[in-house]
């Protein structure tokens, strides 16, 4: 059986950690060119031991994922993200959106017009669109709702309005088996709009 673009995207990033796990910080550094000091940062976060409980985390967010084999890419487990830094402001937005494998058009839109979440813009987007429904990655903002590139990374569909129950049932066993404190992603893997 194929895995759909989501279920890819989210083993890309998993592989992306997994490599960081046995680097070097100058080899990570080298290796993403992209996210040089995100990358040479986790890679040293590792080498102190202190990601000692990531891997087996990201392993099972990994199984969740490829079994319920989503249209989009959900968010990383938030301890998992904290953990490495994605929340941490000593890396810029460029940085964390390139090791995300966020789009550069979505990564300036954020960045330069200060988009902070799915707006009416987007909603716009959806009502002239035809379609019932879109997703996307929790966290991600994507520059349109129309984005190719941003759809072919697995981080943006359009979805059926029957579809949302599997998302939801990825969100809710995520969170099931993967306990965190993290207060704004108790069960929110995915960012759904619903005409």
């Known amino acids: 059986m194929p895995s759909s673009i989501g279920t ?9 950690i997994k490599a960081l796990s046995v680097a070097s910080p100058e080899e990570a550094e080298a290796q993403f060119p992209g996210s040089p000091n995100f990358a040479k940062y986790i890679a040293q976060l590792f080498l102190e031991d202190r990601l000692f409980d990531i891997l087996p985390r990201l392993e099972t967010q990994l199984q969740i994922v490829r079994r319920f084999f989503p249209p989009v ?17 000593r890396f810029d ?11 550069e058009c979505c990564m300036r839109s954020f960045a330069e017009n200060v988009r902070y979440g799915i707006d009416e813009g987007h909603v716009q987007e959806l009502k002239g669109s ?15 709702i129309f984005c190719r590139e941003a759809q072919n990374r697995g ?7 029957n579809e949302i129950g599997n998302l939801r049932a990825l969100e809710k066993e995520t969170a099931m ?3 965190h404190f993290h207060p ?12």
């Open 8 to 16: 890819l995207s989210f083993s890309e990033l998993a592989s992306k």
């Open 73 to 89: 890419r959900p968010a990383l487990d938030p301890y998992t993200s904290t953990q490495i830094g994605i929340f941490s402001k």
């Open 93 to 103: 937005d460029y940085e964390i959106g390139r090791f995300l494998g966020y789009p």
């Open 130 to 144: 035809g379609m019932k429904a879109f997703a996307t990655t929790a966290g991600f903002i994507p520059c349109s």
């Open 155 to 161: 981080l943006l569909s359009f979805i059926e309005p």
């Open 177 to 179: 088996r993967l306990p």
């Open 184 to 195: 704004e992603y108790r069960e929110h893997y995915f960012e759904v709009r619903l005409l």
